[in-house]
């Protein structure tokens, strides 16, 4: 049983900064890959950052230069810094995981979600 809590999210002004902190619990041997997915209102989810255990990170197009994403791995831990915000990054932020538990599973993870809304 492995569990995602975010946090983070709110409502700022164009080109403001906001930071998003995901925390995986529970019974976990390792997570290859951690990262941030988004879905805009009549949009499709799409992968914003994702960081591997190794700390390879991707990014997508439209956040390239102002995302930062990292990663603690004892921590099980995974930030999305987010500066200079645009009113198109907002929408619903989520953490995303796959880890693999103590007694074999192999799982896809979700958080539940937080909102980021970025005003003009």
């Known amino acids: 049983q492995v569990q995602l809590v975010e946090s983070g999210g709110g409502l700022v002004q164009a080109g403001g900064s906001l930071r998003l902190s995901c925390a995986a619990s529970?019974?976990?041997?390792?997570?290859?890959?951690m990262g941030w997915y988004r879905q805009a209102p009549g949009k499709q989810r799409e992968l914003v950052a994702a960081?591997?255990?190794?700390?390879?990170?991707n990014y997508a197009d439209s956040v390239k230069g102002r995302f930062t994403i990292s990663r603690e791995n004892v921590k099980n831990t995974v930030s999305l810094q987010m500066n200079n915000l645009k009113p198109e990054d907002t929408a619903v932020y989520y953490c995303?995981?796959?880890?693999?538990?103590?007694?074999?599973?192999?799982?896809?993870?979700w958080g539940q979600g937080t909102l980021v809304t970025v005003s003009s």
């Open positions: 960081i591997t255990s190794g700390g390879r990170a």
């Open positions: 529970g019974s976990i041997f390792a997570i290859n890959a």
């Open positions: 995303n995981a796959d880890p693999i538990t103590m007694s074999g599973r192999y799982l896809e993870v």
